[in-house]
Every structure is written in structure tokens, then in C-alpha cells.
């Protein structure tokens, strides 16, 4: 049973294998299970692949299973439709499509199977990719609120230096007032006189002012800080809104793109196993010798091609011979007077009908 399931999937013909030797059923026994199990290879890897797409088995078995059927299907036309010749070169020129076909093939096979080898790798080099994207990210929401937050800091640093201008100012007038009290400066008369009164007024004014200012100014710096806190929550919330998107960066395309970042050599040896086990039942075919079961196919095709070519010779000739027939009919029948006279009677009757209904028409237009 084993043995024919992979005569079928060989794409051999089961009644001409049996009757043929053992070497010859088992060489063909031995191209089906190529086919198969490389059918096999390719649900795995379809599995895998869209697995990292879906993220659900039952899909990915699904679909794997139909890429498999359809490799399955492809690899057995491609061996099937191979025959061998007794010239080489006939045979490797016959073969040249559909070993390009394989090649496909099996590097549609391989890529997700390498990238289930190499996953480890792969992670590494996603979460290094992630890492980069997540600054890249937060410095490009960085850039779009910092000339705002900038400007908010510059303008509380000048609020801030403005008071502390008027503290400045402020503390020295108290100075010059408390240094003419003692007699140390200005009049250098000890006492409250009124040079110290002035002065004293003039503290004073200033010190409300600044008292005011600070007021003022303190209400402007709580309103900007308040601001600034205000931006950078908004800052957080677009760098949390946009890290899912980063996070999600793992798919299909980004581990094939991953995967060329590492080292070309062992995923090329991968591929070239993949491609060695698609192109061994091609190479198996074109390097065998015609045995017995190529030679029964190709009478037996023989054979069909003859019996169509007596077919259509046969029926070639019955299509001659009537019409042959026919137009010694059609010449006899021209020859008798009875045909002559009833197809003159006819003609006449509708010559008749043409003028009646020319009359009429004619009639009603008047």
C-alpha cells in the first residue's frame, strides 16, 4: 500500500509499474517519497511562517496544509511531465524550466524554516531593532514639544530674573537707608533724619513693588510650570500610544529582514539543502538510464499517437469521399428538366410577390 501511494505521488503510471522489474518499481517508489515528504517540508515551513502572521495554530495548520497540497501537486507534475529521450542534452533542455521552478520552490521553502533555526538570533536582533526605534521614537516626540517647553522655561527664567533684579534693587536701597541710620554712609550723621526718611520712602516703594512683582510674576511661573507638566504628560501618553506599534514590529517581514542582517553563509547551506532535496527527483530522472518502465510508456504512447493519426486519417478521408459524392449529385440534378421547371415556377411566384407588394407600398405613400 505504501509502495503505491508513492508510485502516485511520483506521478508514474501504477499498471505499467507493476508489470515492470523490482529496481525499476522501487526507483520510482524512491522519486515519490522525495516528492512527499518534500511536500511535507514545505506544510512545516508554511505553518511556521504563517503562524508568525496569524498567531493562531488552527489557521496556520490550515493554511499550511494547502501550501503543502500545492507543492505536493507541483513537484509531482514536474517529475511527471519529465521523459526520457535518448539524447541528454534533449533532456536537460526539456528539464531547464522546471529545475528554475524547484529553485523557486525551494527557496520558498527554506526562508521560513531558517527563520525558525535562527530564532534565537532573530530575537536578538528584533529587540536590539526595538530598543533603537523606541529612542528614535521618544526623541521625535521629544523634538515636537521642545521648542514649547523651551520657550515656557526661557520665559520663566526671565520672570525669575526680573524679581530677583528687584530683590537686588530692593535690598540695596534698605542697605542705604540702614547705613545712614548708623552714620556709616550719606550724611554720616547718626540718627533718623530726613535724608534718612527719604530714603526710608523709597525702600519702602520698592519693596511693595516687589511684593507685587513677585505676586504677579509667581502666578505666570505657576501658570507655565503648569504647562510644562501638562506637555510632558502628553509626551509620556504619545510615547506609550506609539511603543505598541514598535512592540508589534516582529512580524514576517521584519524577522526576513532580521535574518539578513546575520551571517549569509549558514542560512546559503540551508538553502542549498532545501534545494538539493527539491531537484533530487528532477536530477534522479535526467541521470537514470531509460528503463524498462520509460520504454513500456513510450510504446504504449506510441501506440495512441498511431491510432489517433489512423483516427483522423479515416475520418479525413470520409469527409473527401462525400463531398466527392455530393458534387456528383448536385451535377446530375443540375442536368433534369423537372428541377429545371419547378425552380422556374417558383422564381416566377416570387417575382409576382416582389411586384404586388412594390404596388402596395407604392398605393399607400400616395
Known sequence: MIRNFFWMCSGADTDILASCPKAEQIKYAGIGATVFFTAIMAFIAASYALFTIFDTVYAAVFFGCIWGLLIFNLDRFIVSTIKKKDNKRTEFTQAIPRIILAIIIAVVISKPLELKIFEKEINQVLLEQKNERTLTHKNQISLQYAPEKDALITEIAQLKSEIKNKETNTNALYETYISEAEGRKGTKLLGKGPVYKDKFEKHQHAFNELQA?????????????????????????????????????????ARITALGTLPFIPSFFIFLLFLCIETSPIIAKLLASKGVYDFKLEALENDCNSWSIQQQTHRKLVLETDHNINLKIYEELATEKEIYQYKKQKARELLQLQ????????KKSL
Not at 504677579?216 to 506609539?242: F, P, V, Y
Not at 411586384?355 to 407604392?362: M, V
Open 213 to 253: 512683582l513677585k505676586t504677579s510674576h509667581q502666578e505666570k511661573i505657576t501658570q507655565k510650570e503648569a504647562r510644562i507638566a501638562t506637555l510632558e504628560q502628553e509626551q509620556k501618553a504619545s510615547e506609550r500610544n506609539g511603543q505598541p506599534i514598535i512592540d508589534n514590529m516582529d512580524g514576517l517581514m
Open 355 to 362: 411586384a404586388d407588394a412594390f404596388y402596395l407600398n407604392s
